[in-house]
């Protein structure tokens, strides 16, 4: 079975300041791994993914993230947080072998306040 | 590129009713992901169509099915609606084993 955690309801930071939401997981095999953005009465919105490779991925609007096998992290991070990044953020897996019958596991969401 | 679309935006139903909610994909995607996120719940996997099959289902109850048509769009119906069905369902699209692509999702109260 495939499960994702997410630590932290919230995190609150300051305008201008690093960011860091944090995520592991637990696959059987190797995981495909999402994070998503979801701002208030919208859908999700793909940020990025890591599927194998470099462990630093780049995706949109300045976020990275950080794949760690022995950790078994995949956290969150821009070096500059801006008041429109304040959004819910889901960390989501999906297990390469078994496929997890394509489905993707959502954490629980973490609630990103960016502050002036 | 046009994203996902859903329909309808909003919806009310009461107890015991049956409701159907619709999905665009994005074009040239083939699989249609359902999920659901109630309050205090979380985002569930709900189905998975593929080329016009059901190839997944999550942990609900029979009375969610779903269907896709040859345009590679779907509908999720519920039947005998419940309180706990109150939730935002998400419909996502990709191809193949690709990125899930979100739409805008449907808000479903059941009083």
């Known amino acids: 079975a495939q499960s994702v955690a997410q630590p932290e309801d919230q995190v609150n930071v300051a305008e201008g300041n690093p960011l860091t939401v944090k995520c592991t997981y637990s696959v059987s095999g190797n995981p495909y791994l999402f994070w998503y953005v979801q701002y208030p009465n919208r859908g999700l919105q793909f940020l990025l993914k890591y599927i194998t490779g470099d462990n630093l991925v780049k995706g949109s609007y300045g976020f990275e993230a950080e794949f760690n096998k022995s950790q078994t992290s995949f956290h969150l991070k821009k070096p500059s947080a801006l008041v429109s990044d304040s959004a819910l953020y889901f960390c989501?897996?999906?297990?390469?072998?078994?496929?997890?019958?394509?489905?993707?596991?959502f954490g629980t969401g973490t609630q990103l306040k960016v502050e002036l | 590129e046009a994203g996902v679309t859903q329909s309808p935006t909003h919806l009310i139903k009461t107890r015991g009713q049956q409701v159907t909610l619709r999905c665009s994909p994005i074009?040239?995607?083939?699989?249609v992901y359902w999920y659901q996120q109630a309050l205090g719940l979380g985002l569930q996997f709900l189905l998975w169509y593929d080329e016009g099959e059901e190839r997944n289902r999550g942990n609900f109850p029979p009375r969610f099915s779903g269907r896709q048509f040859p345009n590679y769009s779907s509908e999720l119906n519920v039947n005998a609606l419940e309180l706990e069905d109150s939730a935002l369902y998400l419909c996502a699209s990709a191809i193949l084993e690709g990125t899930q692509y979100f739409g805008p999702g449907t808000r479903l109260l059941v009083l």
């Open positions: 074009s040239g995607h083939t699989s």
């Open positions: 989501a897996v999906r297990d390469r072998l078994t496929g997890g019958g394509n489905k993707l596991t």
